[in-house]
């Protein structure tokens, strides 16, 4: 205070020696008609005055836009931190399956700021969980405007129309992230997903393909022949005929293990009139995978054409490159059985008898063997063996992948899904001896057994 005191005593006995030394005056012009006489040193005066009055006015601006700059910094971080906490407690509590409380938390965080994305995503997740599908997708569109760029928000709202069994909706929305980014792996195996769960299977045909492209994994081509097949099949069904069966043999060119394939394709000639090309199908597949479904094919059309002499020549070729396979030595004795072959049944099928594999099929034709040729005694033996299987032999088919059991055969097992999995044996295979390979958590089973003799097709 001092200081400035000294100061200002200084400054007017400065302008007082200048204003001895510069006893002048000087007219001030205001206007064209107007003016003023004024001292020089009050002139200089003046200037000083207005300077100083504009630096101040500067200096007072700057501070207040300061304050309030400082001002709004803390409201926002004081706002940041209560989102960050509510936020932090409800998805503890989602996280934690208490949906409830996760809400009222979510709500508080959207009162102080109505667009923060991470919370619109949780709450619309939170209703989800509480099956309140309506909400979830009115909260997961509301997330969508607020951030239109972001996929966070296509991908949950997806999650909400499957939960809702919306599935076009659900279709339309990985579309529309497909056109943000359309190589997004995930994007496009949801779509195919939903594709294949409708049948569509030329959509899901297109887009295993571009998945395909860019992922080249064994699983991927796998899914790629299967989603061919269906798709060639499909396209036959509607009358497009020649694009349907160029679809199959694509497929049997892609995996030559993939027995549908080979089996649609021969029915396909079957249905036209053309029976040598069908047999020249399930010929070359069975020499191409082994698959004795193919010889069971070959079987019943054989006989139906009044040839059986051909079947058996192809299941002794077969038994002469492979003379330990138990089931090609079966399914012979089972076809001079259906032939009314007994001796040569007998022959055959007897020397299966000490094998260590559950076979009940086996005692039960053995057991008729015998009562046709009146041999009560063994007869009754080997009814014995075969439990409770009904006089008719029906072997049936099997997926080892889920233990599915049925008379019908099928590209696809309508239990678990999967393509290319029935098998026909007449061993009797639990989910504990499935081979490692095709081994995976067995359903639970059909409350009445095979085993109890159903009437029916079958090999």
Request: charged share 30%; glycine share 6%.
């Amino acid at each position: 205070m001092r200081l400035f005191l000294l100061v200002f005593i200084a400054l007017i006995g400065l302008i007082g020696y200048f204003a001895y030394l510069n006893p002048g005056k000087l007219f001030l012009n205001v206007s064209r008609t107007a003016s003023y006489e004024i001292p020089l040193v009050a002139f200089f005066l003046l200037s000083m005055g207005v300077g100083a009055a504009l630096v101040l006015l500067f200096v007072a601006v700057r501070d207040a836009r300061a304050a309030i700059r400082n001002w709004k910094v803390r409201r926002l971080q004081k706002q940041e931190t209560r989102i960050r906490e509510s936020y932090t407690k409800g998805a503890q509590a989602l996280l934690g399956g208490r949906t409830t409380t996760a809400i009222g938390y979510f709500q508080e965080v959207l009162r102080v700021d109505s667009g923060h994305l991470p919370t619109l995503l949780r709450l619309g997740e939170a209703h989800r969980q509480e099956k309140d599908w309506n909400e979830a997708i009115r909260i997961h569109r509301r997330a969508r405007t607020s951030d239109e760029e972001r996929l966070e928000p296509l991908f949950a709202l997806t999650e909400d129309y499957l939960a809702a069994d919306r599935l076009e909706d659900a279709t339309g929305v990985l579309r529309e992230i497909l056109e943000k980014d359309p190589t997004n792996p995930v994007a496009m195996r949801r779509l195919r997903d939903l594709y294949v769960k409708r049948e569509r299977w030329e959509e899901a045909h297109q887009i295993q393909g571009r998945i395909v492209k860019e992922n080249r994994g064994p699983a991927e081509y796998t899914l790629f022949t299967h989603i061919r097949y269906e798709m060639g099949r499909s396209l036959y069904q509607k009358g497009e005929r020649d694009k349907g069966k160029r679809l199959l043999k694509t497929a049997m060119k892609m995996d030559q293990n993939f027995l549908p394939a080979f089996v649609m394709l021969g029915d396909f000639h079957l249905q036209e009139g053309r029976p040598e090309e069908a047999v020249a199908i399930w010929e070359k597949g069975y020499e191409q995978n082994g698959n004795i479904i193919l010889l069971h094919r070959l079987e019943d059309l054989y006989l139906q054409q009044g040839a059986p002499e051909k079947i058996i020549w192809i299941y002794r070729q077969a038994l002469y490159l492979k003379p330990d396979d138990i089931v090609l030595r079966f399914y012979l004795g089972k076809l001079y059985y259906r032939l009314e072959m007994l001796d040569e049944a007998q022959a055959v099928l007897s020397e299966l008898d000490g094998t260590d594999l559950p076979m009940p099929h086996l005692h039960k034709i053995l057991g008729n063997i015998h009562e046709r040729k009146e041999e009560w005694t063994r007869a009754a033996g080997e009814f014995k063996k075969a439990l409770k299987l009904r006089k008719r032999v029906i072997v049936p088919y099997y997926c080892p992948a889920c233990d599915y059991h049925t008379f019908e055969w099928s590209g696809r097992c309508p239990r678990c899904g999967e393509w290319n999995t029935f098998s026909a044996s007449p061993a009797f295979l639990q989910p504990d001896v499935v081979p490692p390979f095709r081994k995976r958590k067995a359903l639970p089973r059909l409350e009445v057994s095979y085993m109890e003799g159903l009437e029916g097709g079958g090999p």
